[in-house]
């Protein structure tokens, strides 16, 4: 999947890795997609919560081994 920006956010654990993401968005044009790979078991709740709240789009979320990584495009 193509993606404008990537934020790695492993070894973070909740809340880091939303913050992140939310800063990093912050600075990205509306349309543009976020990739970030996080370690955090729980971050694949915080994330469908976060998109859900924010209106920002989780266009996919997989699992590797211990590592989880998302595709979020920014409202």
Do not use: H, W
């Amino acid at each position: 999947m193509n993606f404008d920006k990537e934020l790695d956010a492993r070894g973070l654990n909740c809340p880091l890795p939303i913050l992140r993401t939310k800063k990093t968005l912050n600075e990205m044009t509306s349309g543009q997609t976020l990739k970030v790979i996080a370690t955090d078991p729980g971050s694949v709740k915080d994330f469908a919560a976060f998109a859900k709240q924010t209106g920002n789009e989780l266009l996919s979320s997989s699992e590797s081994g211990s590592e989880y990584t998302f595709f979020i495009q920014k409202k």
